[in-house]
């Protein structure tokens, strides 16, 4: 097949959630003309399924080398099809997100509507890709834990918290580490919809933000621990969830977009818990 299958199947085979071979097809049809894929690409290896979600069938990698109308772009791209025609993703992706200002986040291209073989309309977005690992698969050297978590809480938590949004999804499989170890960023923005759509429509609404923001510090101590070798991470969890409890991290993240204050007290907290997170002998 044109596209690569042999890493989302080897995934989905754990769950019992095998694509079929018809499947696999009409996806890789959605993806190759959502990029307009030149017609001689299509017959050799163009894409890998890299991944899928709650609300997509398959995310695809296109290959470096591959023509398409998003090949003059510096950096290569994947291709999100999603289960049905996704309305508001789609104008999340094509309207919202490519005027993101985060860094450390993942950027929207395009997103289209594409009818598929039945004739039933289906999403798909056109993402940047975000090389590196996984958090979750990958060994981060313990001299370098402290400015990758540096880098979470300043490049990452940090500005989209003082924008205003609460992010929460903090599943360490959507937070990619550069190859070198040296950065962090977050992938699947999906999860960010909600925030970016609750801030257009009243700015000082902030009950479903609340709500986020609990859920968020009950996950934050499980995606500090992901930072840790992967046989410290349990113990890792405890230590840290009783140092949130109790230090000033917390309270400071609470602040961030209500005070002009916030942001300088929580890049203050941050550091202080990097400092602390990196002298630990979890």
């Known amino acids: 097949m044109p596209v690569d299958w042999t890493f989302l199947q080897t995934v989905r085979a754990g769950k019992g959630a095998l694509l079929s071979e018809a499947g696999r097809e009409q996806l890789e049809d959605l993806a190759a003309r959502a990029i307009d894929l030149d017609d ?51 104008h999340f992706h094509r309207h919202v997100m490519p005027g993101c200002a985060f860094d450390a986040v993942q950027r929207s291209v395009d997103a289209v509507e594409i009818a598929d073989r039945s004739g039933n309309p289906r999403g798909v977005a056109i993402l940047e890709y975000v090389p590196g690992d996984p958090l979750d698969g990958c060994e981060i050297p313990p001299a370098k834990l402290g400015a990758q978590l540096e880098g979470f809480f300043l490049r990452l938590l940090i500005p989209l918290w003082a924008a205003g949004h609460r992010f929460w999804d903090f599943r360490p499989a959507n937070l990619i580490v550069s190859r070198d170890r040296s950065g962090i960023a977050l992938i699947d923005t999906d999860c960010l919809r909600g925030s970016f759509e609750r801030i257009a429509a009243d700015r000082g ?78």
């Open 205 to 282: 609404e902030w009950t479903q933000r609340d709500e986020a923001e609990q859920l968020a510090f009950r996950r934050l101590p499980g995606c500090l621990a992901a930072f840790y070798p992967r046989h410290l991470k349990n113990g890792a969890q405890r230590t840290i969830k009783a140092e949130l409890r109790h230090g000033q991290l917390l309270p400071a993240l609470h602040g961030l977009g209500r005070t002009k204050a916030g942001t300088g007290c929580a890049i203050s907290a941050a550091t202080e818990f990097c400092d602390w997170a990196s002298a630990q002998g979890i």
């Open 40 to 90: 001689g690409a299509r017959a050799a290896l163009w894409g890998e399924a890299i991944g899928y979600g709650l609300y997509s069938a398959a995310v695809v990698r296109a290959g470096p080398d591959c023509r398409h109308r998003f090949a003059d772009r510096p950096a290569r791209i994947a291709v999100k099809i999603y289960h049905n025609a996704a309305t508001r993703f789609l």
